[in-house]
């Protein structure tokens, strides 16, 4: 099941995601030493492009591929950047295309098997595939009763649906698929919310988006529920809270 091809999931989607991928993008940039822009990067399960968008900053020409029409109808700067609908084992470009080839909070979903073949084929040599996540870590900075919530409360009610979470990222495989893995980071990045963001946030994530497409919920619901369960943590409607998320990348390339 594809959780994020339904129009209402989408457009919860563009508006509750948090924009951290431009500090992301400056790890990649700092790490890749890049003085000059790229000529061509691709971005892949782009949702609504605010991964995409960030690669402005460090590629001429910028593509974005999702599987869901629905998300790309929400996708940000279509006047700068190229979108097109393709599953990410089989995009709709030329062998050799592309610099650079990132995905963001996407990749467990895919074969991953199929796609390291297919980024393969559309990368040029020597040049990089970057997978990053910015993951809910369940930190409230000042409230660690927030981390105690999130998985006796929260999962418990909405668990997270199967994803591939278990695959090799060893060079001892990927090597087999010309690529080597470089370096890997992890890092923190910060964002604020007030209850109702944080809500709407929780309402974009794959748990909820699959109770409600199994039928066993609806959106009202959840949002009513959540808004009691996160009243705790706020002291009034004006309130925010800062949240850590956890950041990893993981820097690819393509050996020849």
Sequence with gaps: MNYFNPRTA??????????FHPNTIK???????????????LDIACGTGLSTKALLEIATNVYGTDISQEMLNFALQPD?????????????F?????????????????????????ANRLLRSKSWLVLYEN?????MQGNSNFSN???????????????NSAYSWTNENL????????????FKNTVVF???????????QSNIIAAVENHETTYDQVENWLDKELAPFFDNDETTQTINYGNWIKYIQRIN
């Design 135 to 139: 993951h809910f870590i369940s930190e």
């Design 27 to 41: 790890h990649i940039k700092d790490y890749l030493h890049l003085d000059k822009k790229l000529d061509d990067a």
């Design 10 to 19: 989408a457009e919860r989607y563009s508006k509750g995601r948090p924009d």
């Design 149 to 163: 919530w999130i998985p006796n409360v929260y999962l418990k009610k909405y668990p997270s649906p199967p994803r």
């Design 94 to 118: 030329a062998d050799n295309s592309f610099d650079l080839i990132t995905v963001s909070s996407g990749v467990h979903w895919f074969d991953i098997d199929q796609f390291l073949i297919e």
């Design 80 to 92: 700068k950047i190229h979108y097109s609908i393709a599953p990410a084992e089989q995009q709709p």
């Design 175 to 186: 090597n087999t698929k010309n690529f080597h893995l470089v370096k890997e980071e992890t």
């Design 194 to 204: 007030n209850r109702k963001q944080l809500a709407l946030y929780f309402t974009t």
